[in-house]
Nanobody
């Protein structure tokens, strides 16, 4: 499965962006899909994950209430709607796909076999 993330850009604090992750070479419905992010000088961290058919969604505490993840299996696309952006949200955002496992593992980078190339989000003050 190949993943292509897009939608990043420069936005002022308080603004919004929507990221997209398009999959090719495999059915998205077979995978848990997640977003991670990596800020300069920091480790890659979990942002959000969604189950195969979209029935379960998890968020990092830092984005809960501001970000919304969704998945359209018919389009092989996952989305991350980011509202009320903060300067701390500045990072490269990566989408990832992995096998349907216990949801307790969804926050771990290790469970994801496929990664997109990343899209950069910069939030200015």
């Amino acid at each position: 499965v190949q993943l292509q993330a897009s939608g990043g850009g420069l936005v002022q604090a308080g603004g919004s962006l929507r990221l997209s992750c398009i999959a090719s070479g495999g059915a998205f419905s077979r995978y848990v899909v997640a977003w991670f992010r990596q800020a300069p000088g920091k480790e890659r961290e979990f942002v959000s994950a969604i189950s195969k058919y979209g029935g379960s969604i998890y968020y990092a505490d830092s984005v809960k209430g501001r970000f919304t993840m969704s998945k359209d299996n018919a389009k092989n696309t996952a989305y991350l709607q980011m509202n009320t952006l903060k300067t701390d949200d500045t990072a490269v955002y990566y989408c990832a796909a992995g096998p349907p496992t216990d949801s307790l593992r969804w926050t771990s980078r290790l469970m994801y076999n496929y990664w997109g190339q990343g899209t950069k989000v910069t939030v200015s003050s």
